[in-house]
């Protein structure tokens, strides 16, 4: 067995340990890339992992969804998907205090297991995050329209107007992680604030008016069934729901990107990483059942079926729930902020964590050095800062004109597969490196082993199950004639995510060649303790 000390001093080969003086790091330990050390602490990383998440924006562009393939047993989707995130959540601990890094799965599956998977690792974050970005800054575009009653404007996703106003909100959400860290985690303080009090007043005030007897007709009380898996929904419609809900969870390990810069480093970013899971379960079952109490699963008026409320759960159940008048027009006008400041915050985050998985990368030789960057003034890399807000402003802009921006959501579909992949690899990195430290006590077998690697088994196969689901063009926005067919047709979720499986093995052929020096590393030791 090697102990922490040992993995932190070393244990590699010689021409490893040198490409790692070359690459700026150190084997088993956070080189110094020029980011400010010890910004952020245990409470401030806690705001960036759950805002990462967006939990009203999340609800917003999911719920739904998840609602048509299991109805009343949503609850029990949003518990069955937090298990998985959880047991993972300890790997992303584990290997943290290890190997505190900011290219998270990048570094990990690179040093424990090979340089290729480390790579896929972190393309697999970059491609998710890039995808997502679009659906972002659009809902952020709507919502500034909504707010101010142009409804019109704001209910058309693709609208031109639209489009420039996520596309300045991009830009001022760039600006801001520009800054620096600490300017970048006051504002994610304000928004997240805001946010979840909304978040909680709008389910309170619902469930209020569900059992008082105000609430329209047709609500019903929350039940107990509805956290029973076994009850109602097919297996194949619960595990569509969990992939979904596991859009819902994804960005908790921001917290993870940015523990170079926070507080004991070891430790701080992990708690904060377990910890979001817990509070964004807690949140969510609190909404869900709200929705569905007051909401109920019908396909008119309200109800969570209604395919005119599909992509925007929240503002038609706000409506309901607040009222037009007095009190309720301002709470209702919240709601909306509240919105937009979810999709806002997401996208800082977004940018916080791409340009760190960008510069560690950089940092070791994987991708352009330039990416490793760092400001003298700021200490952000503000290289991959940048190329991050023109990558996503690019890629939001051709989604925008493609299936009259349909395609958006199948990106966000699409991030499932992403998803699944880098979480799963973690966790199963993480049983990898802690497998042979038969001198730990059982708490951290079942923590550091057992438990990540259930949950990265889980989310792969769930992964998978996605991806080939996604091939029936009902379950996407859009659909895609195959070449040399007689026109058959292929979802447009399946079509992206492929693409973009493909484009990342496209991208790691031509890095090798590139980069070969990357390529040649071989596991530490110390990985294999």
Known sequence: MTSDSQYQQGGASA??????????????????KGLRSGALSMATSLILAVASAAPAYSLTAT???????????????VVLAFVPILFVSFGYAALNRRDPDCGTIFTWATRALNPNLGFLGGWAIIASFVLVIGSLAQVAGQYVFLLAGAEGIGSAPADPRVLLAGLGWLALMTLVCYRGIEIAAAVQRALLFLEFGMLVALSVVALVRVYDGTAPAGTRRPSLSWLNPFEG?????????????????????????????????????GRAATW???????????????ALSFAGIGDTGIGLNNPDNSGDVLYAFGTAVFGASGLGSVLWHLLIVMVLTSAAASTETTVLTLSRTMLSMGD??????????????????????????????????AMNFLAHGLVIGDAVSACGVLIAFYYGLTGLTSARV?????????????LCVVL???????????????????????????????PFSSGARVGGTFVIGTGTILLGLLGLLICRRRYPAFFERRPTAAAHA
């Open 452 to 482: 990540p690697a259930i949950g990265g088994a889980v989310l792969l196969a769930a992964g998978a199950w996605s991806l080939i689901q996604a091939w029936d063009p009902a379950n996407s926005g859009t659909s895609w004639s195959l």
């Open 15 to 32: 021409p490893a340990q040198e490409l790692r003086r070359d690459a700026g790091t150190i084997d088993g330990e956070a080189s110094d």
């Open 276 to 290: 979001s899971t817990v509070l964004l379960v807690t949140l969510y079952l609190v909404a869900t059942f709200a």
């Open 364 to 397: 070791q030789g994987a991708l352009p050095r330039a990416l490793a960057r760092v400001h003298p003034r700021f200490r952000i890399p503000h290289v991959g800062t940048i190329a991050v807000g023109v990558i996503g402003s690019v890629v939001y802009v």
């Open 63 to 77: 719920l739904a969804f998840v609602v048509g393939y299991v109805g009343f047993q949503a609850p029990a989707v």
């Open 434 to 446: 802690h497998r042979a430290e038969r001198r730990a006590g059982a708490a951290d077998l079942w």
């Open 233 to 269: 929904a097919s297996m194949s419609a619960f595990v569509s729901g969990l992939v979904l809900m596991l859009f819902i969870y994804w960005g908790w390990e921001t917290a993870l990107t940015v523990n170079e810069e926070t507080t004991d480093r070891h430790r701080v970013p």
